[in-house]
């Protein structure tokens, strides 16, 4: 069974930092790509970033990119998105999700993704 956890989250005023964690098991960790989404209040869900199984492949949303910084510990099988600079527009609740498949790539669509955690709400305050 595939466990999906985030952890981080809190308020921060603008301007400042945040690292989300997000741990995953039931799976062989290292194998995997993993996903960032996240979803403002009366806003579709939108992909953020992604780390590849190969955690020098990383992608970013255009509106993250140079701020945000996705890296991997595989011995802990825990992803993080390090959030800098945050704006009041990053206020969100922020979703970590797996891919069904070990070595595929998911790209930025929702529906590449089979396992999601239960989110972790970001405040950033103006």
């Known amino acids: 069974q595939v466990q999906v956890v985030e952890s981080g989250g809190g308020l921060v005023q603008a301007g400042g930092s945040l690292r989300l964690s997000c741990r995953v098991s039931g799976r062989t960790f290292s194998n995997y790509a993993l996903g960032w989404f996240r979803q403002a209040p009366g806003k579709d869900r939108e992909f953020v970033a992604l780390?590849?199984?190969?955690?020098?492949?990383?992608d970013y949303a255009h509106s993250v990119r140079g701020r945000f910084t996705i890296s991997r510990d595989n011995a802990k099988n825990t992803v993080y998105p390090q959030m800098n600079s945050l704006q009041h527009e990053d206020t969100a609740i922020y979703y970590c999700a797996v891919p069904d498949r070990e070595h595929y790539y998911p790209g930025r669509r929702l529906d590449d993704y089979g396992y999601w955690g239960q989110g972790t709400q970001v405040t950033v305050s103006s």
């Open positions: 780390i590849l199984w190969v955690a020098e492949n990383t």
